[in-house]
C-alpha cells in the first residue's frame, strides 16, 4: 500500500472538473518535485491557490505518475505573486490578473485583511470606482454564502461557513 504524503503547491491550472463537482483533475507546482498532476475526488481549488495536499503517489496507465490527493487544504498565498494569482483567477467577479495586480500593488501583503475587514478601502485602488467595488464586495459576500470564496489560510472547504463578523467564510477540508 502507498505511503501517504502531504505537499504542498501552487494550483497552475484545472485540466477537468465534473460538473457535478464529484471529480476533478489539475496541476500544480512545487520547487521540490516540480510540475505534477492531481487527481481528486472533489471539486478543484482555483487556479492561483496555494495548497497542501493529502494523499498518495500513483501511475496511470495512460497518464503516467499522478498525485492521488485525499483532501486538501487551502494555505496563505506566499508573497505579492501568490496574491495575484489567487485574486486574479476569478475567484472574485469583475477581478482579472491586471485589477488583481493593481489591488496587491495597493495593498500589499494587507490584501487579505483589508478585503476582509475594510472592502471599501477598493475603492483607492486606479479602476476601481463606486460601483466597480460594490460589484466586487458582493461578490465576495455571494460567494462566501455558497462557501465558494475564503480567505486562503482560513478556506479550508467547499463546505464552508460563514465567521461571526465576517463576509467571507472559513471551512472544513476539502
Known amino acids: 500500500m502507498a505511503e501517504t504524503v502531504s ?10 472538473q465534473a ?3 464529484t471529480f476533478s483533475v489539475f ?3 512545487n520547487p521540490e518535485v516540480g510540475t505534477i498532476s492531481i487527481v481528486y ?12 495536499l493529502t494523499g498518495t503517489w500513483g501511475e496511470h496507465p495512460r497518464f503516467g505518475r499522478q498525485f492521488q490527493a485525499q483532501s486538501w487544504e487551502a494555505i496563505q498565498p506566499k508573497g505579492a505573486e501568490g496574491l495575484v494569482k489567487m485574486l486574479g483567477s476569478g475567484v472574485l467577479k469583475g477581478v482579472g490578473p491586471a485589477m488583481a ?7 500589499g501583503e494587507d490584501t487579505l485583511e483589508i478585503l476582509e475587514k475594510f472592502p471599501e478601502r477598493l475603492r483607492e485602488v486606479s479602476g476601481i470606482g463606486k460601483k466597480k467595488a460594490e460589484a ?14 475564503c480567505f486562503p489560510w482560513k478556506a479550508t472547504g467547499s463546505a464552508a ?14
Do not use: H
Open 19 to 21: 460538473a457535478t463537482g
Open 161 to 174: 461557513t460563514s465567521l461571526p463578523g465576517s463576509r467571507l467564510c472559513t471551512g472544513i477540508r476539502r
Open 41 to 52: 475526488k472533489g471539486q478543484a481549488p482555483y487556479a492561483g491557490e496555494q495548497v497542501r
Open 136 to 149: 466586487i464586495v458582493t461578490s465576495m459576500e455571494i460567494s462566501g454564502k455558497t462557501g465558494n470564496w
Open 101 to 107: 495586480q493593481r489591488i496587491v500593488d495597493k495593498f
Open 7 to 16: 505537499i504542498e503547491i501552487t494550483i497552475k491550472n484545472i485540466v477537468f
Open 27 to 29: 496541476r500544480g507546482e
